[in-house]
């Protein structure tokens, strides 16, 4: 079963309220990621696990936070958001390694307001 | 660091013709480069991934890519498109030893009659 799954499908936000978005995968990969994505943009790294170390890029550093209690669950937590983090959010895994396929849920599409 | 560009937003062609979707890359060394398609209302699924050895790759439904390191480019070929094949596409970069992918900003193909 090669599946990751999101949800929910979509969130709708207030400003300034916290939003937690939850992903699953039942591979038991060591690797799970979160990406932004934007319209007419690129899917932005926010961060990723592997195993149970948190790496974060540098720019969303005090952006987002994760939590990842087993190896099949990750969430993505935002403390308080603004109109900026409308976007739909992609969660994917995979085996160790950055020569290894991702395997992305259908993502959750975050509207802010 | 490591990126990709892809130059087209936007690529329309007639069912049954050729295709050639572009993307350069940007790193020192030769990187892990890899093209994801995305159908509507699904995730992103890998067509196929490069990082040494035979500059062709063949992927899934009839899909091919060519590396050229003279040319920094991973494009990505199809002889005879289907309207099924409309989709959005992204080429994404992984530094050979790194655990992460970058994307581009995604081609979307519209396939007509």
């Known amino acids: 079963d090669t599946t990751v799954k999101q949800n929910p499908r979509y969130k709708l936000a207030r400003v300034g309220k916290p939003v937690n978005l939850i992903c699953s995968q039942t591979m038991n990969h060591d690797t799970m990621y979160w990406y932004q994505k934007k319209p007419n943009q690129a899917p932005k790294l926010l961060l990723f696990?592997?195993?149970?170390?948190?790496?974060r890029e540098a720019d969303t550093f005090e952006k987002f936070q994760s939590s990842r209690p087993n190896n099949s669950f990750c969430s993505l937590y935002i403390g308080s958001a603004g109109l900026e983090y409308s976007a739909m959010y992609l969660c994917?895994?995979?085996?160790?390694?950055?020569?290894?396929?991702?395997?992305f849920g259908h993502g959750t599409k975050l509207s802010v307001l | 660091a490591q990126s990709v560009t892809q130059p087209d937003a936007r690529v329309t062609v007639s069912e049954g013709a050729s295709l050639q979707l572009r993307c350069k890359y940007s790193?020192?060394?030769?990187?892990?480069l890899f093209w994801y398609v995305q159908y509507p209302r699904q995730g992103l699924q890998l067509l196929l991934k490069?990082?040494?050895?035979?500059?062709v790759v063949q992927g899934v439904n009839g899909f091919e890519a060519e590396f050229s390191k003279s040319n920094s480019s991973f494009h990505l070929r199809k002889a005879s498109v289907h309207w099924s094949d409309s989709a959005v596409y992204f080429c994404?970069?992984?530094?050979?030893?790194?655990?992460?992918?970058?994307f581009g900003t995604g081609t979307k193909l519209q396939v007509v009659p």
């Open positions: 490069y990082y040494s050895g035979d500059p």
């Open positions: 994917a895994s995979s085996r160790p390694g950055g020569n290894e396929r991702l395997f």
């Open positions: 790193s020192s060394v030769t990187p892990y």
């Open positions: 696990y592997y195993d149970k170390i948190l790496n």
């Open positions: 994404a970069v992984s530094p050979n030893s790194g655990t992460y992918q970058r």
